[in-house]
């Protein structure tokens, strides 16, 4: 059983920063391919960033370059640094972890985006 707990959303001016943490349970990063996912009031959940077990990472183009997600393996956390934050970027954001047909998440964190 993986635990995941998100920390860090908020709210933002348009055009500012947040960095959310995910701490994952264990040394889990060889294993699970990691991602932050986001899901809008009357929207279905979307994947915005993954990193590989292997380091590879993969965006949208729709956070492509303001978007960066990273990981420290001796804290066990997954980071999503959001740069030049925009309104349509307010959501819930998710951490998950996926293996083969396992899949886990995270309570999820408010980020709203607003002036």
């Known amino acids: 059983q993986v635990q995941l707990v998100e920390s860090g959303g908020g709210l933002v001016q348009p055009g500012g920063s947040l960095r959310l943490s995910c701490a994952a349970s264990?040394?889990?990063?060889?294993?699970?391919?990691m991602g932050w996912y986001r899901q809008a009031p009357g929207k279905q959940r979307e994947l915005v960033a993954v990193?590989?077990?292997?380091?590879?990472?993969n965006y949208p183009d729709s956070v492509k370059g303001r978007f960066t997600i990273s990981r420290d393996g001796l804290k066990n956390t997954v980071y999503l640094q959001m740069n030049s934050l925009k309104p349509e970027d307010t959501a819930v954001y998710y951490c998950?972890?996926?293996?083969?047909?396992?899949?886990?998440w995270g309570q999820g964190t408010q980020v709203t985006v607003s002036s």
């Open positions: 264990g040394n889990i990063f060889n294993i699970y391919n």
């Open positions: 998950n972890a996926h293996r083969s047909r396992y899949d886990y």
């Open positions: 990193i590989t077990t292997g380091g590879g990472t």
